[in-house]
């Protein structure tokens, strides 16, 4: 009979205390890959999301809930800021580009983002179907929201105040969808992107410009009136009336850059994110704008290495108890072959004079230790994968961010190895005594 044929026979003969072994052993594997694949997937998800965004630029309050709100869009905003307040700081010399974002509604869950055409840019988004917005209210969809949400080219819809689908509804302005984003891997496939003037118009500001265009209006036609009771008098004083328009022409250029200016000084949005045209301007522009503005300005990298940080205490502790699960299953499967060696001293001794070595005898324990731990193993690693796609089919916040159980990570490598040591050490003891005993005195016992 083959060695490995015998193991096996071995570990049939014992099925509670094998079972035993393998379960323990198969919950430590699948406890340990689960963390890995979690943290793994969630720190690539955060780091592609942030990569390339130096600053964000927002209101007053927690930095990390600025981060999450305008780069990872999982969070409550601040707050608004002013437009003009945040272009001044986008036109520094240290800025090498900068994108605007006004936040506040959504669409069945997936938020809605004001802000330009080079946004998706930041992360080498390409269109699917379709164009970029020419207009207020065209929106362009990432390819999630596309998805989920049903939404195809020309198809239309209102938006909802906040992220639920509870808040009122803007069914005076609605959005019509003209083009499709590719899926990018990144946090923009689950976006609505449109115009920030979109956002505007839903928010009422709307209102204040027709109420100074009709304004302008009125003006407009009491200056035509003007115009005309003048030209009863032209042919008397056409020198002075000459001058008089030109006079008027020119007030009414400056009257129009004040009120272009004034039409666009209440403008409000939620961030600025911000990309720096020389590393430098990360030690000493963050600081700059906190200290001499009513802004906040927040490092996506710093906010990210604090986040994982506090994430990380969570992860640690999951950790040691998967440690633990180990020694226990170590210590299980020691305890298991070490009281099967007492029990099969005459077997083994029946072999030895059967004509098996010393060597084989060992052998065959250290081979039933190497069969029981790498079948938790193999057991532990393939529930651990199916325990991470069930969690990312079935929980919404795992979709976000990309999670998936069928993805193999170079760390699974040295988990197996290890595993497969720890289960070939705790069978050493038992295999050295067993090479160790004395045949003749095994078989005088059984006298």
């Given amino acids: 009979m083959k060695l490995s044929q015998l193991a096996i026979a071995n570990l049939k003969n014992k099925p509670l205390s094998t079972g035993l072994n393998v379960v323990l052993l198969a919950l430590a594997t699948a406890s340990i890959v689960i963390l890995l694949l979690l943290s793994k997937q969630l720190t690539g998800t955060l780091e592609r999301d942030a990569k390339g965004i130096d600053l964000v630029l927002g209101a007053k309050g927690s930095p990390v809930q600025l981060v999450l709100s305008s780069v990872y869009h999982a969070d409550i905003p601040t707050g608004n800021i002013p437009l003009a307040a945040a272009k001044e700081w986008a036109n520094h010399r240290h800025v090498k ?44 969809v990432g390819s999630k929201a596309a998805e989920q949400a049903g939404l195809t080219i020309g198809s239309k819809f209102s938006s909802s105040h906040g992220m639920s689908n509870l808040g ?12 499709v984003l590719a899926p990018s891997g990144t ?38 009136e003007h115009a005309d009771h003048d030209k009863h008098e032209e042919h008397a004083e056409h020198a002075d009336h000459h001058e008089h328009e030109e006079h008027e ?17 209440d403008r ?7 990309k720096f045209s020389t590393p430098l301007a990360a030690a000493s522009l963050p600081r700059t704008i906190n200290a001499q503005s009513d802004l906040q300005a927040a490092a996506p990298a710093f906010e990210l290495t604090r986040l994982l940080q506090l994430i990380g205490i969570g992860l640690d502790g999951l950790k040691a108890f998967a440690a633990i699960l180990i020694l226990t299953a170590a210590f299980s499967l020691f305890g298991a072959l070490y009281s099967a060696l007492n029990e099969r001293r005459g077997e ?13 005898v060992m052998q065959t324990l250290l081979l039933e230790g190497l069969l029981l731990s790498a079948l938790g193993t193999l057991i532990g690693l393939l529930c ?64």
């Avoid at 976006?191 to 009125?218: K, M, N, P």
Wanted: with cysteine; proline share 3%; aromatic share 8%.
């Fill in 187 to 224: 946090v923009i496939d689950k976006l609505i992107l449109t115009a920030t003037e979109s956002v505007w118009l839903a928010h009422g500001h709307h209102g204040h410009e027709e109420h100074e265009e009709r304004a302008d209006h009125d003006a407009h036609e009491e200056h035509d």
């Fill in 97 to 140: 580009a900068a994108v605007p974002l006004a936040l506040g509604d959504s669409y069945r869950g997936f938020r809605i983002v004001g802000t330009t055409i080079d946004y998706p840019d930041w992360y080498n988004a390409k269109l699917a179907s379709g164009d970029y917005w020419q207009a207020p209210l065209q929106a362009v």
């Fill in 249 to 265: 022409e020119h007030e009414e250029h400056e009257e129009h850059e004040e009120h272009e200016e004034h039409k666009h000084a």
């Fill in 168 to 179: 009122d509804v803007h069914d005076e302005q609605p959005y019509t969808v003209v083009g």
């Fill in 268 to 274: 409000e949005i939620t961030a600025m994110l911000i």
């Fill in 348 to 360: 083994l001794a029946l072999l030895r004079c059967l004509g098996a070595t010393r060597s084989q």
């Fill in 384 to 447: 651990g994968h199916l325990a991470v796609e069930l969690v990312a089919n079935y929980l919404p916040n795992a979709k976000e961010i990309n999670v998936t159980g069928w993805i193999w990570l170079q760390e699974e490598l040295y988990l197996i190895t290890g595993l497969v040591g720890v289960g070939i050490i705790a069978a050493a003891l038992p295999a050295w005594q067993a090479y160790r005993s004395d045949v003749s005195k095994v078989l005088s016992h059984y006298r």
